[in-house]
């Protein structure tokens, strides 16, 4: 056979492709957030963070981010014998995801092993892991703003608090008294009512032994193989939180009752559940008729989290489209030494930069809980973060997408999976009007949260002109009354 006339079956050479993303170190090839890191007080943990960056971007890591999303949860409602289970079925690298967060305590880490910085070395590892896998980051986060709450409650917190604290994942569906760890979800969103609990109809009835029966339902409940749920109900003296375990102390299910999936646009890894109680079994937290401050207190973690998760999701973003660029050639030049892309990328970075500056910077108040100056930022800077952060990011990722072209469309990439996962934060927790009536209510409320907010501002005061003619802009509709 002639060289020079190859066998008709060869078409063509592949050229000109990138490849996969896989085996960097996503803390050491990160330096905005390296610098946060050591800027917002967590600098003890940089060996620490450089040892979880090169596990999620390992080939290994990224493949149990891809199979945990394409192998859907299975719900099974009975067992073959007839016998009701409310049992929901995972993928094992769903479990590898969970026990990841869990060892590493991306959960609970900062109340386990307190120190200074600790929410923001915990906030780095989550941004790192949420550039892989998102959905296990909802039972995560729904546990790290539940300790707070339940520290407060000693009947509880005896039993529970060693487990919630434990950096040990247990998916075993089992009482929590045979467990080895716990996580715990919450359950708040009724059919009418969404963001506005005060509208709930389920109702919780005092049994008299210091437990109380909760009947009504959940539109949505998330990660339905938690442990126990924060409940909201109506009880006498009006909107109350509750304890409700799946399993009850002397061992038998709980009644909560699973009706059906939600299918979701993106979060496909994890369960989104619609619930009904039929006299499940719970325990106050908190006082009665005070639900709402509960929830409020547990939203403000949660919160961050969203913030957290979504810079992540923008980081995974960027880290694509870098990727991509610096491989694929298009007229002459690599797409990325083109001029326009070149405005496209700096300009994708200049907002990543930003998100992790921000939210770890937010993550600094949460470390200063006895301080009155970050306390009082925390509440006026949460909404904001979340509402801003979140909100940027289903654009960010957008444009990520574009810059591949058509392979940014294809579903064997990750681009499609991040850009249905990026909207979710800022729906989840409350969405963006609610943030804005969040950051009013912190004005009218707590003053003086304004005043530490613009004291953060200022000392970027004199660097930019547009930047000080927005801060004149600002100071002066805050004085407008």
């Keep these: 056979m002639d060289a020079k006339h190859p066998p008709l079956m060869a078409t063509h050479e592949v050229i000109n492709q990138a490849h996969a993303l896989e085996n960097y170190n996503a803390y050491s090839r990160n330096i905005p957030l390296q610098e946060a890191v050591a800027r917002e007080g967590a600098g003890w943990a940089h060996d620490w963070l450089m040892a979880r960056g090169a596990e999620v971007g390992s080939a290994e890591w990224i493949e149990h981010g891809r199979l945990a999303n394409v192998?859907?949860?299975?719900?099974?409602?009975?067992?073959?014998?007839?016998?009701?289970?409310?049992?929901?079925?995972?993928?094992?690298?769903?479990?590898?995801?969970?026990?990841?967060?869990?060892?590493?305590?991306?959960?609970?880490?900062?109340?386990a092993e307190p120190k200074k910085g600790a929410h923001v070395a915990r906030a780095a590892a989550y941004v790192m892991f949420a550039e892989i896998e998102d959905g296990s980051l909802c039972p995560t986060t729904m546990t790290y703003g539940a300790v707070p709450v339940l520290k407060q409650v000693p009947e509880i917190a005896r039993d529970w608090m060693p487990l919630l604290l434990s950096r040990e994942y247990d998916k075993r569906f089992i009482p929590a008294s045979q467990k080895r760890g716990v996580l715990i979800g919450m359950g708040l969103t009724e059919k009418q009512g969404g963001s506005d609990v005060r509208a709930n109809t389920t109702r919780a009835e005092p049994l008299g032994d210091g437990s109380w029966r909760i009947v009504g339902h959940k539109w949505f409940l998330s990660a339905p193989m938690c442990d126990a749920f924060l409940v909201t109900a109506q009880s006498p003296k009006g909107l109350s939180c509750f304890f409700v375990p799946r399993w009850t102390p002397d061992g038998r299910l709980n009644e909560i009752r699973i009706q059906r999936f939600k299918d979701k646009m993106?979060?496909?890894?994890?369960?989104?559940?619609?619930?009904?109680?039929?006299?499940?079994?719970?325990?106050?937290?908190?006082?009665?008729?005070?639900?709402?401050?509960?929830?409020?207190e547990m939203g403000v973690y949660t919160r961050l989290d969203c913030a957290i998760g979504s810079t992540g999701i923008m980081r995974a973003a960027l880290s694509q489209a870098m990727h991509h660029t610096s491989l694929r050639a298009a007229f002459g030049k690599l797409l990325r030494?083109?001029?326009?892309?070149?405005?496209?990328?700096?300009?994708?970075?200049?907002?990543?930069?930003?998100?992790?500056?921000?939210?770890?910077?937010?993550?600094?108040?949460?470390?200063?809980?006895?301080?009155?100056?970050?306390?009082?930022?925390?509440?006026?800077?949460?909404?904001?973060?979340?509402?801003?952060?979140?909100?940027?990011?289903?654009?960010?990722?957008?444009?990520?997408?574009?810059?591949?072209?058509?392979?940014?469309?294809?579903?064997?990439?990750?681009?499609?999976?991040?850009?249905?996962?990026?909207?979710?934060?800022?729906?989840?927790?409350?969405?963006?009007?609610?943030?804005?009536?969040?950051?009013?209510?912190?004005?009218?409320?707590?003053?003086?949260?304004v005043e530490f907010l613009m004291a953060e501002i200022e000392p970027a005061f004199g660097k930019s002109a547009v930047f000080d003619r927005w801060v004149s802009w600002l100071k002066d509709e805050l004085q407008d009354p």
């Design 266 to 296: 993106g979060d496909r890894s994890n369960a989104g559940t619609e619930a009904e109680f039929w006299g499940s079994v719970g325990w106050l937290v908190g006082e009665e008729g005070r639900g709402i401050p509960t929830v409020l």
């Design 71 to 111: 192998n859907a949860p299975q719900l099974r409602l009975f067992d073959r014998y007839g016998n009701r289970r409310d049992e929901v079925e995972f993928h094992p690298s769903w479990h590898e995801c969970l026990g990841w967060l869990k060892r590493h305590g991306c959960d609970t880490g900062p109340w």
């Design 337 to 449: 030494q083109q001029p326009l892309m070149m405005n496209v990328l700096a300009d994708m970075a200049l907002e990543t930069e930003a998100a992790t500056a921000l939210s770890l910077r937010l993550a600094r108040a949460f470390d200063a809980q006895e301080d009155e100056a970050e306390t009082q930022l925390r509440r006026i800077l949460t909404p904001l973060a979340k509402y801003w952060i979140c909100k940027r990011c289903p654009t960010l990722v957008a444009e990520a997408m574009e810059v591949h072209g058509g392979n940014g469309f294809v579903e064997e990439g990750p681009m499609p999976r991040l850009f249905r996962q990026s909207p979710l934060n800022s729906i989840w927790e409350g969405s963006g009007n609610v943030m804005c009536l969040d950051v009013l209510r912190a004005m009218a409320k707590h003053p003086r949260s």
